[in-house]
């Protein structure tokens, strides 16, 4: 058929996308590149299913969050995954109060936020457990609705929206380990 | 009522609008007389800003570009 969209012209329109979102899963941007190329790989395997895909964004989604599944499992590297405790409620709006960090600051919490440019929230999002990482990124940073999320990562809306919940309680705690960490909040107590 | 400990773990929830009817009307029962569970409130937006605010740094710089390109006109090329 001569109006047949080539591979190119299909995917290249995603590429920007595909490659933050690998980024932000990932932590690291050489692995974000090879978790792209490992996806324009499935999804050129499958073109013809991405050419009639009524969302291909969607279904590249799907399949980069897959790609960045199957290296987790490989990689098994994730040893911040354990270091975080996510049993014992932690509060950072609290913690803030209670820490004090910024004394003459009175925007607390959203000058502690401002700490946080892209690169060191993805630092921060590196720590979380993968699952609960990849809900978290397709819910607030892309804006997909949690049955959207149980179709991308092929599990049920009960576990997204578990994912989401653990997720966020290890986030205020990773952004809290990082900021001091990275002496970003010096003088707040151990 | 619900105590803060239950409030807080419904706040995310609650800006998703995943709470059923009922835990919804109890939260913001709570909401409507805890000043600390309201700051909780607005820091989880604050937080939810941020972590969206990420997508408008979505780029890939150009030479990845170059390298994901040839990598396509390569899979292109090996029909």
Known sequence: MGDTVSFEGLVGPHLDYMYAFAHKLVGDREAAEDVVQDALLRAYRGMDKLRNHERPRFWLTKIVSSVCMDRFRRERRREHDVSIDDKHQFSLFDTLVEEDPFPYSDRLHLDFLDLFDDERLIAALGRLHPAHRTALVLAYVYGFKAREIAELTNTTVGTVLSRLQRGRGQLERALWDCARERGLVEGAGS | ?79
């Open chain 2, 1 to 79: 009522m619900i105590d803060c400990k239950a409030a807080v773990q419904r706040l995310w929830g609650y800006l998703d609008r995943n709470l059923e009817q009922a835990g919804e009307e109890e939260l913001e029962q709570h909401l409507g007389l805890c000043r600390h569970c309201c700051g909780e409130l607005e820091f989880a937006k604050q937080i939810r800003d941020r972590l969206a605010a990420g997508v408008a740094a979505d780029k890939v710089e150009p030479p990845v570009r170059e390298r994901l390109e040839e990598f396509i006109r390569g899979l292109e090329g090996s029909r």
